[in-house]
């Protein structure tokens, strides 16, 4: 199960919208001092990510949760994102070039079938959306922001 902290936005009637942090994973590698990833993060923006999720526990802005989701959802949400493209792409160009036996054509049946894998892409994700094994789930939750109470005694 891949695990992930976020922090309460707001909670309302059983739903919960947090934010999640993206971590690219560049403080913990070995090869930080050299990674190009970690200087491209560091060049754009670091967006934030929000999403829903329904927990009956009431929770306050600021507190920390930790979310999980299966590998195995990951994974055929990643395959659908980046696969059905490319093969799109391949099975255009591939196509178009057998056919007509043009470079042009091969381009433009590449262009044509990752356009139409793409959309067949988000027509797929739009229907995965609400099945069950794609939800995060909530595995913890941490203690509310107000449970900590700091006294600074001089005296």
Not at 5 to 29: F, H, M, N, Y
Not at 53 to 81: C, D, F
Not at 87 to 116: E, R
Request: with cysteine; charged share 15%.
């Amino acid at each position: 199960m891949m695990k992930e902290w976020a922090t309460v936005i707001s909670w309302e009637k059983g739903v919960a919208l947090l934010r999640c942090d993206p971590q690219a994973g560049c403080s913990s590698c070995s090869a930080r001092g050299g990674c190009g990833t970690r200087t491209l993060n560091k060049l754009g923006p670091q967006p934030d990510h929000h999403l829903q999720v329904e927990i009956e526990q009431p929770l306050e802005p600021g507190q920390k949760v930790e979310l999980g989701i299966t590998e195995g959802s990951l994974l055929r949400s990643a395959l659908l994102v980046y696969m059905t493209p490319l093969a799109g792409v391949l099975l255009g160009g591939g196509l178009m070039q057998m056919g007509f036996n043009s470079d042009l054509f091969a381009l433009l049946g590449a262009v044509i079938g990752g356009t139409a894998g793409f959309l067949t892409a988000r027509y797929l994700a739009k229907h995965t959306t609400n099945e069950q094994s794609y939800q995060p789930v909530v595995l913890q939750v941490g203690l509310p922001p107000t449970a900590f109470r700091m006294q600074n005694d001089l005296s």
